[in-house]
């Protein structure tokens, strides 16, 4: 489980991107191996009723950057992020809060993602996140690559 002010670090970067900030998204728990968000359907809904596509789209890759920013951070490193590719499928209509999730896919190895990034200062990894309705049923799915730029520790956001 990471610390309060770690999740509130990230918590702080997204409140700093307006768009973000208007979902309400907000990280809520990191285990080192998943980064959990959260944001209400109240700022996210569409003329449904239901969770915007859009907003869907948002929280997974915002999970995945998270994820990436929280492990880059423990690994005494800091990057640019940027998502290269990714794909997202949309299994059921979402009438909860949206609850989302990522982690590092399956076939990923993040030492040697780390030792790409030290030594040719870029490096790519391949994040999976979902997003899940009120009883756990997955609604939403993203798979999505993201390249990591080596960057200078002048960020006091880092530490």
């Known amino acids: 489980m990471t610390d309060f002010d770690t999740l ?4 702080g970067y997204f409140q ?3 768009p973000v900030a208007a979902t309400g998204i907000r990280a809520r728990d990191f285990d080192g191996e998943t980064l959990r968000l959260f944001a209400p359907l109240a700022a996210n809904v569409n003329d449904k009723g239901c969770a915007f596509g859009g907003s869907l789209a948002s929280l997974m890759t915002l999970a995945g950057w ?3 920013m929280l492990n880059l951070r423990e690994a005494g490193l800091v990057a ?3 998502v290269a590719d990714s794909q997202i499928r949309y299994l059921a209509p979402l009438y909860d809060d949206l609850i989302g ?3 590092l896919a399956p076939d990923q ?3 040697t993602i780390l030792r790409c990034l030290r030594e040719r200062q870029r490096a790519r990894a391949a994040l999976q996140a979902q997003t899940f309705d009120g009883r756990g049923a997955v609604v939403a799915t993203l798979s999505a690559r993201f390249a990591l730029i080596a960057a200078p520790t002048a960020d006091p956001r880092v530490a």
Not at 8 to 11: F, G, M, R, S
């Open 16 to 18: 700093a991107m307006p």
């Open 101 to 103: 999730d990522a982690r």
């Open 8 to 11: 509130n670090t990230l918590n």
């Open 80 to 82: 640019e992020i940027y």
């Open 66 to 68: 998270g994820w990436l």
């Open 109 to 111: 190895d993040w030492p």
